[in-house]
């Protein structure tokens, strides 16, 4: 037996949410949406968004244009340029934990998510910093995920795993995924292993040093 929080990033999309959020509504399964700011101002995906909320589906904030990690970003404006724009794109369809996941580059957890200013953009803002133990990479590998994403899953007692709506086909084998999940005795939740939140309503709740660079130092005369 374990637990399993799925999560889906980089959406919404309208050839592949629909579909995936088909899929948990069929068997009840609850999840987060970590959405990408500049696609809600499509109207057929937010649309998407309004739906999975509507669902029971929690929305989180992963960045506006999900380009470079926030730790590499230079500039003292890239917390609201990247969080601040999408939360309010997000608005009323936003949890009240202001979830905000942030970008790592290829599923990295180092110090490249987070700089300083983005920390007390964060805590300022009362968001809640939502990462992961669980990434099976299903945009590299859209046919061979389903098996790592088990193997993660059955290595833990609860995994926070990471997948996208995206039209890569990957999503055309998470019925499979989550038949295997429930044989090996997946028990689905919606809320967060705490390990990986370590921010939470804006407080700083567990170490976070690992995952800040010091950019801010390094652009001062």
């Known amino acids: 037996?374990?637990?399993?929080?799925?999560?889906f990033d980089n959406g919404p999309e309208p050839d592949v949410t629909?579909?995936?959020?088909d899929i948990l509504g069929e068997r009840g399964i609850k999840t987060t949406f970590f959405v990408i700011g500049e696609k809600l101002g499509d109207p057929a995906r937010r649309r998407l968004a309004v739906?999975?909320?509507?669902?029971?589906?929690?929305?989180?904030?992963?960045?506006y244009t999900h380009s470079v990690p926030l730790g590499q970003q230079p500039g003292a404006d890239t917390a609201q340029r990247e969080i601040g724009r999408t939360q309010a794109a997000i608005g009323e369809l936003s949890h009240?934990?202001?979830?905000?996941?942030?970008?790592g580059g290829g599923g990295n957890?180092?110090?490249r998510l987070l700089k300083p200013s983005v920390v007390d953009y964060l805590v300022r803002n009362k968001h809640s910093c939502v990462l992961w133990n669980g990434i099976p990479r299903d945009w590299d590998d859209p046919d061979g995920w389903a098996d790592r994403?088990?193997?993660?899953?059955?290595?833990?007692?609860?995994?926070?795993?990471?997948?996208?709506?995206?039209?890569?086909?990957?999503m055309a084998h998470l019925d499979r995924f989550l038949d295997?999940?429930?044989?090996?005795?997946?028990?689905?939740?919606?809320d967060f292993p705490p390990q990986c939140v370590p921010v939470r309503n804006g407080a700083i709740v567990l170490p976070i040093q690992d995952?800040?660079?010091s950019i801010e130092e390094s652009e001062r005369p």
């Open 180 to 190: 295997r999940a429930e044989t090996s005795g997946a028990r689905f939740r919606q």
């Open 96 to 103: 009240p934990n202001r979830w905000f996941r942030p970008f």
């Open 109 to 111: 957890l180092d110090d």
């Open 149 to 170: 994403a088990l193997e993660q899953c059955r290595a833990q007692p609860w995994t926070l795993l990471v997948l996208h709506d995206l039209p890569t086909g990957a």
């Open 51 to 63: 739906r999975a909320r509507d669902e029971g589906h929690w929305i989180g904030n992963h960045t």
């Open 1 to 7: 037996m374990f637990d399993l929080t799925l999560t």
């Open 18 to 21: 629909p579909r995936v959020l």
């Open 211 to 213: 995952y800040v660079s």
